[in-house]
């Protein structure tokens, strides 16, 4: 086999294994550019951990029938203010990082919502 396909076929069988342990692990993990939903359910966020490349949008949105909740960032970054029963707070992330959320009525309900840059995956154009 000759190395740029061994080493496009080891990129895919990364990309693969981060892909079941993503789902594995209840981790959502979304494209560039697009839109990913998180509910705020009861006292829950689901899902409780995602992934998303530089660009997207996370739209929270609370899911119960009777209770407010925020999706306030832990270094005070984003504050979606009072969200009554089926509001929306958006956010599009334009930085990497790891960026931690609560709810400012129930700080229990703490997550995170982590920004990275997207994989590519290309042939090595490399000499051996």
């Given at each position: 086999m000759r190395p740029r396909r061994i080493v496009l076929w080891a990129g895919l069988g990364l990309a693969l294994g981060i892909l079941i342990l993503a789902v594995a692990t209840g981790i959502s993990v979304a494209a560039a550019g697009q839109q990913e939903s998180v509910a705020l359910v009861d006292y829950e966020?689901?899902?409780?951990?995602?992934?998303?490349?530089?660009?997207?949008?996370?739209?929270?949105?609370?899911?119960t029938t009777s209770t407010p909740h925020t999706v306030t960032a832990d270094d005070a970054s984003f504050d979606s203010g009072n969200l009554a029963p089926g509001g929306t707070f958006s956010m599009v992330f334009t930085t990497p990082g790891t960026y931690r959320y609560h709810c400012?009525?129930?700080?229990?309900?703490?997550?995170?919502?982590?920004?990275?840059?997207?994989?590519?995956?290309?042939?090595?154009?490399?000499?051996f």
């Open positions: 966020f689901r899902p409780s951990d995602l992934i998303v490349p530089v660009g997207t949008t996370v739209v929270w949105t609370n899911t400012s009525y129930h700080s229990p309900l703490a997550w995170s919502v982590r920004s990275s840059w997207p994989i590519f995956l290309r042939e090595c154009t490399c000499p």
